[in-house]
């Protein structure tokens, strides 16, 4: 992913999807919260308060459910991580 100011849009590219289909890895949903626009000089005082929620895992057989997948497969699937880092998936 990328850093993103907190108030802009987040859109999926799928590349993630994609990484975890072929090598059929599963992934470890990480959002961190407090980064943008963190200076070196804020990282090293420690004037900054960064929090980072793990959350639950992903296996890729969730993360694409189709057997011939295409780009908007990928899309979908990097859309379904990016939901689930920002909690919006219906986690179980």
């Known amino acids: ?20 289909y072929t090598t059929q890895a599963p992934v470890v949903p990480v ?19 960064v929090t980072l929620t793990i959350r639950p895992v992903i296996s890729p057989s969730e ?3 189709t ?3 295409d780009v908007e497969s990928f899309k979908s699937g990097g859309q379904l991580i990016l939901n689930t880092i920002k909690g919006e998936r219906d986690l179980q």
Do not use: C, D
């Not at 850093?3 to 994609?18: C, L, Q």
């Not at 959002?31 to 308060?49: A, C, D, Q, S, V």
């Open 67 to 69: 057997p011939n997948p």
């Open 31 to 49: 959002y961190i919260e407090g980064t943008y626009n963190l200076g070196f000089m804020e990282f090293i005082k420690g004037n900054r308060k």
């Open 1 to 20: 992913g990328k850093r993103t100011a907190p108030h802009e849009p987040h859109i999926a590219r799928g590349g993630v999807a994609y990484l975890s």
């Open 63 to 65: 993360i694409i459910t």
